[in-house]
């Protein structure tokens, strides 16, 4: 036996991931300890031995998340030149990930706990932290646009990014309940109706 209690041959990556994609399909608030220990095949003393807490566990499977899952659909933004085709490309990339075969439909940051107002936890702060870094990668790739001429210097970076990531959650609860790819495939396409307006500042005031 491992440390307190810990079964042989624990393997701590194989647990996370377990824990990962139960945290994703019940949320943070949905799973209890039980349902845990019960997933990742340890018993509770292992798992505060391995993880901590339940919260720290959360965060743990928040970053694997984002490593193995959500990475795809953010790289779009860099690997396209093109701001046009980077946005179509992470909107239809976010579109293939939310409805991927074998795993919870939407996304973990966006699903991964109940959205209270007040009084939240940790578990629910480090959500909102991410999806205000996420509104801030988009903003940044626009300002990076705008600097590189590819968009015009009064392009509304801030609201742009703002809708784009409202998209992006929108497509989430979508496909929690129950839209299939084409559907989420049409909606990121509709999205980019707009892009000769936006290009041209009509959104700017």
């Known amino acids: 036996m491992g440390e307190r209690g810990r079964p042989r041959g624990f393997d701590r990556e194989a647990a996370l991931e377990r824990a990962m994609e139960l945290f994703w399909r019940k949320t943070y608030d949905g799973t209890s300890v039980a349902d845990l220990t019960a997933a990742m095949g340890i018993g509770a003393p ?88 996420n509104l801030r990668t988009l903003a940044d790739r626009f300002a990076r646009a705008v600097r590189e001429g590819a968009l015009p210097p009064a392009f509304p970076v801030e609201a742009a990014a703002a809708y784009y990531l409202s998209v992006q959650n929108g497509m989430s609860l979508l496909a929690r309940d129950g839209a299939d790819r084409a559907t989420l495939r049409a909606v990121a396409r509709a999205a980019m109706f707009g892009w000769d307006r936006w290009m041209a500042g009509d959104a700017a005031g």
Do not use: M
Not at 108 to 119: K, R, S
């Open 46 to 133: 292992s798992l505060y031995a391995a993880f901590g807490s339940k919260e720290s566990l959360f965060r743990e499977a928040v970053d694997r998340y984002t490593r193995t899952r959500g990475g795809g659909i953010w790289e779009a933004l860099e690997e396209n030149a093109d701001i046009h085709a980077a946005i179509a490309r992470f909107l239809l990339a976010t579109a293939d990930a939310y409805t991927a075969p074998g795993v919870p439909p939407g996304c973990l940051v966006v699903l991964g706990a109940q959205h209270e107002v007040d009084g939240a936890s940790a578990a629910h702060e480090d959500l909102r932290r991410r999806r205000r870094d």
